[in-house]
């Protein structure tokens, strides 16, 4: 089985997990408040950066106009180099994208492996998912991309970004009521959309 069959076989199972849509900040919070939020909002991106090695696993959606696919995803960063595992759950058939600033490989597809410069046109070339892997390392912690575009940021109440906006994506995230790191985030640009919904992190911050 291709890719691209796993692609549009396991749309309909999991898409439905990940169907909630965060929920966005409400009434806008006075400047004291805002001021508060605003330094607890510094210091957990501080944290985080200060991190460079952790995981997650978890469910992910994936659709590009009529294209989707689904099933689950562990990730695995160190420093600026990542291992993606994606796993079918009917098929039991199963990807790995590793990779860095040397480029990306891509293991598990019908034909052999594949690689190249950059991990989000390897990807889209062999699925047709257009997933801004190197951006996502940040983005799935609620940090702006280092290295991309200026972004726009949306804090909720305690600081913490109900949305941002960069590189032409934007990305609305759900958060437990307390802790450094989201549970839900959906990322869109254009038809494209990537939906995760996070298990369990590890080796990142307490939640």
Do not use: H
């Amino acid at each position: 089985m291709t890719l691209r069959v796993f692609v549009l076989a396991a749309a309909v199972l999991a898409l439905a997990a990940c169907t909630t849509t965060p929920r966005r900040g409400g009434q806008v919070p006075p400047q004291g408040v805002l001021a508060d939020a605003g330094a607890r909002e510094a210091a957990r991106a501080t944290r985080l950066r200060a991190i460079s090695d952790w995981s997650f696993t978890g469910r992910i959606a994936v659709s590009n106009g009529r294209n989707g696919g689904s099933g689950r995803i562990e990730w695995r960063q160190q420093g600026d180099r990542y291992e993606v595992a994606l796993s079918a759950p009917i098929t039991r058939q199963s990807w790995r994208l590793t990779g860095g600033p040397d480029g990306a490989r891509l293991e598990g597809l019908e034909g052999g492996t594949r690689q190249g410069p950059d991990a989000a046109g390897l990807l889209f070339q062999a699925t047709g998912w257009n997933i801004p892997v190197t951006a996502l390392a940040d983005w799935l912690r609620g940090l702006q991309a280092q290295g991309a575009a200026e972004p726009k940021i949306e804090p909720g109440w305690d600081g913490r970004p109900v949305k941002i906006e960069q590189a032409g994506w934007g990305i609305d995230y759900e958060w437990p009521k307390q802790g450094d790191l989201p549970k839900r985030l959906d990322a869109r640009r254009d038809r494209a959309r990537v939906k995760l919904v996070v298990d369990t992190w590890n080796g990142a911050t307490e939640q």
